[in-house]
């Protein structure tokens, strides 16, 4: 399949991330997510998402720290 072809079938909201990791890392995880019938990209979506909810905003304990 063609690069053209794979972009076409892509929802037009998405767009490429790409990283580096450990060999192992990578075969441990896409094993992992086979065995949950998931593919990378939603596990991954799922766990930025996750990450965001708990990091993109301050906490509410640090929320005035410093404040007079």
């Known amino acids: 399949m063609r690069l053209e072809e794979i972009m076409a079938k892509l929802p037009p909201n998405m767009t ?28 991954i979506t799922e766990l930025i998402e996750e990450w965001l909810e708990e990091n993109e905003n301050p906490s509410p304990a640090l929320k005035g720290k410093g404040e007079a």
């Not at 991330?17 to 086979?34: I, Q």
């Open 16 to 43: 490429e991330l790409s990283s580096y990791v450990d060999k192992d890392l990578k075969l441990r995880f896409k094993l992992a997510c086979t065995a949950q019938q998931k593919t990378m990209s939603e596990v």
